[in-house]
């Protein structure tokens, strides 16, 4: 495997590779690589002739309040892990590499980003995403990406991007890996002590009580939510977020009679969390 930290060398390494023909896969990350990470790695080396994994913690995707500073950052350890999946290059630049002096460019998406953690972390966040991702596929021009289902909402800002702006590259968005008791795997949960730790776990816990809700045929949004709201109270969670939303819009549903997204994030102890459940309408008419 190659750490490379210029744009150039980037160009020159996938463009031979692509001139023998071969398929090129990029994983953008920023790092302190767990599970869910592994997983997008390992689906890119399955489907590719050359992987690129991405190494970059986007500061212009944090908020002045958030953790920029202190986001877990050992780039010996990923190195290592991302060798053992097989990665040919990791893309690991200086922040000066993406944003040289004189950066003027903004890519904002409309619509999907006003919502959930586009209205909690405020709009630079989606716009800093989208602006580092088209890059990121400028520089290296994939034929897939890959971009786990975790950051759902990142999902569909991804593809409005690359619809809107006709880029010539798929999007596979890959599930979501956890914890033996349910916890979404996140670079994240190194900020969780002990007892937040354990209270975490209401997240998936509350996810799921609101799915079976759903799935033993409940189409309510309210009560679908009422479920999952006791379970979050019970351990002492008030959630920033928890809503119903159409799994491809984004829109607000009083009742799920379409694929819907179920989206909670919340602050346990020192950590910001997120994780959603998608209600699948086909899946639970396939199952009765
Ligand atoms: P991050 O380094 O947090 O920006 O994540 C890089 C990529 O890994 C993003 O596409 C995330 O959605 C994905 N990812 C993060 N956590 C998980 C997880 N638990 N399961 C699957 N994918 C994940």
Known sequence: MRILRTIAEVRLAVGAARREGGSVGLVPTMGAFHEGHLSL?????????????????????????????AYPRDE???????????????????????????FATNIHVAGVTDVLDGASRGPHHFDGVATVVTKLFGIVRPDVAYFGQKDAQQVLVVR?????????????????????????????????????????????????????????????????????????????????????????????????????????????GAARLIDNHLLSVLRTRDAS
Do not use: W
């Open 160 to 268: 409005r991007v690359v619809r809107d702006l006709d880029l010539d590259v798929r999007i596979d968005a890959c599930p979501i890996v956890r914890e033996p008791d349910g916890l979404a795997m996140s670079s994240r949960n190194v900020y969780l002590d002990a007892d937040a730790r354990a209270r975490a776990t209401a997240l998936n816990r509350a996810l799921d009580a609101a799915a079976s809700a759903f799935e033993e045929g409940e189409r309510d949004a309210d009560s679908i939510l009422s479920a999952a709201h006791r379970v979050l109270a019970d351990a002492g969670i008030a959630p920033e977020y928890l809503e119903l939303r159409d799994a491809e819009t984004l829109q607000p549903v009083a009742r799920v009679e379409a694929d819907a997204l179920l989206a909670v994030a919340a602050h346990v």
């Open 41 to 69: 790695m390992r689906r890119a080396r399955e489907q590719n002739d050359l992987v690129v994994v991405s190494l970059f913690v986007n500061p212009t995707q944090f908020g002045a309040n958030e953790d920029l500073g």
């Open 76 to 102: 010996a350890r990923d190195a290592r892990l991302a060798e053992a999946e097989g990665v040919d290059i990791l893309f690991a630049p200086a922040a000066s590499e993406i944003y040289p002096d004189g």
